[in-house]
């Protein structure tokens, strides 16, 4: 959308509240939207003028730079493979709207995507895979653009405009954290909509080829409230959080989960987010799974599937990712933080 802008339940719940972000040094001052975490050691990062960063120990030192020629592009996403390999898209009406890879490790990157089209606007991708992903933009004449590769990017196809998921009037999808769409499994594929009359989900199951959409209670109904982020466990367990991003501490309304893989949705009934959440996902470890959202006001953490939430602190963060029970999280002014849920994994 064009806003330019996780014996027993108590000890995992003592663990988890007495730990907090550990804070460290991205080497950069640009403002962060955009996380994705390959393993324990590996993560990217990305954000606006331009910049990205990565780490290969765990985040003990971070490398950053600027993409030469793209100072002027916001890269709202990133999606790791792994230390060496990396996809960054960029947002914006028409050109702006671009998707690079790298295979050195940052060193060099090939301008994969150009979007031509002027009306659009792509938000977020998503990977099932090193060589499979799919990435949704602003509705242009009522519909949805969806485009996607199967050979690691080396094309970009635009899904049937006749298959592609119907608009309502003022709906988008969110460019906050690059999480407003998620994959599961080899062909399922969710995003999340706002801005219009109601917050909606459009999922598939066939990689994209056809849609559903199921309507959310999550507050909607003006250009800045509606689903920011969306995550799935597996299949049919999945979970959606924003809200206002103008109005960052009221919690009405910003959370909801499903079990049978969207097609319905519920408000949380216990304790609620801290405030608007602009990303969220879950983490995994061998006692089971939790969630952690994100938002500008700060961010919180749930082990009962989100059905109530305890807060995790107040520095504000725009985007979140995790691989098994190591997470980072990105902000302002080159903002990273670490989470490690280890307890999980005993």
């Given at each position: 959308m064009?806003?330019?802008?996780?014996?027993?339940l108590?000890i995992v719940?003592?663990?988890?509240?007495?730990?907090q972000w550990?804070s460290?040094?991205s080497?950069?001052?640009?403002?962060l939207?955009?996380?994705?975490?390959?393993s324990?050691?590996v993560?990217?990062?990305s954000?606006s003028?331009?910049?990205?960063?990565r780490t290969?120990?765990?985040g003990?030192?971070?490398q950053s730079?600027?993409?030469p020629?793209?100072?002027?592009?916001?890269?709202?996403?990133?999606?790791?493979?792994?230390?060496?390999?990396a996809?960054?898209l960029s947002i914006g009406n028409g050109e702006q709207?671009r998707?690079?890879k790298?295979t050195d490790?940052g060193?060099?990157?090939k301008l994969?995507?150009t979007?031509?089209n002027?009306?659009?606007f792509?938000?977020a991708?998503a990977?099932?895979d090193?060589?499979?992903?799919?990435a949704?933009?602003?509705?242009?004449d009522?519909?949805?653009i969806?485009?996607?590769?199967?050979d690691?990017?080396?094309?970009w196809?635009e899904?049937?405009r006749?298959?592609s998921?119907?608009?309502?009037q003022?709906?988008g999808a969110?460019a906050a954290?690059g999480?407003?769409?998620?994959?599961?499994?080899?062909r399922?594929?969710?995003f999340?909509?706002?801005?219009g009359a109601?917050?909606?989900v459009?999922?598939?199951?066939?990689?994209?080829?056809?849609?559903?959409?199921?309507?959310t209670p999550?507050s909607?109904g003006n250009?800045?409230s509606?689903?920011f982020?969306?995550a799935?466990r597996?299949?049919?367990?999945g979970?959606?959080?924003?809200?206002d991003y103008?109005k960052?501490n009221?919690?009405?309304?910003?959370?909801?989960?499903?079990?049978?893989?969207g097609?319905?949705?519920?408000?949380?009934?216990?304790s609620?987010l801290?405030?608007?959440?602009?990303?969220?996902?879950?983490?995994?470890g061998?006692r089971?799974?939790m969630l952690?959202a994100v938002?500008?006001?700060?961010s919180?953490y749930?082990?009962?599937?989100?059905?109530s939430?305890?807060?995790?602190g107040?520095?504000?963060y725009?985007a979140v990712?995790?691989?098994?029970?190591?997470g980072?999280a990105?902000g302002?002014n080159?903002?990273?933080g670490k989470?490690?849920?280890k307890?999980?994994g005993?």
């Open positions: 064009r806003i330019i802008f996780c014996a027993a108590s719940l003592s663990a988890v509240g007495s730990t550990t460290q040094s080497g950069t001052t640009a403002r939207r955009g996380v994705s975490a390959a324990s050691t993560a990217w990062a954000g003028g331009g910049a990205y960063a290969t120990d765990g003990v030192s971070w730079s600027v993409m020629g793209a100072a002027e592009l916001d890269f709202r996403d990133v999606e790791a493979v792994d230390a060496n390999t996809y960054l709207s998707i690079y790298t490790g060193r060099d990157w994969q995507f979007n031509h002027e009306k659009a792509f938000d991708f990977f099932w090193a060589r499979t992903g799919i949704v933009s602003d509705p242009v009522g519909k949805f969806l485009i996607k590769t199967t690691g990017g080396a094309t196809k899904i049937p006749a298959n998921p119907s608009a309502i003022g709906d969110f954290s999480t407003c769409i998620a994959v599961q499994g080899k399922n594929v969710w999340g909509t706002g801005g109601s917050a909606r459009f999922g598939s199951t066939d990689g994209g080829l056809t849609w559903r959409d199921g309507s999550i909607a250009a800045s509606g689903i982020s969306i799935f597996d299949a049919r367990n979970v959606i959080v924003g809200g103008k960052e009221e919690s009405s309304n910003n959370i909801a989960t499903t079990t049978d893989g097609a319905t949705w519920a408000l949380a009934k216990g609620l801290s405030g608007f959440r602009s990303a969220v996902t879950y983490v995994s061998s089971g799974s952690v938002g500008p006001s700060g919180d749930s082990v009962d599937n989100g059905a939430w305890k807060s995790l107040s520095t504000g725009h990712s995790f691989a098994g029970p190591d980072w990105v302002e080159g903002r990273i989470y490690s849920a307890e999980l005993r």
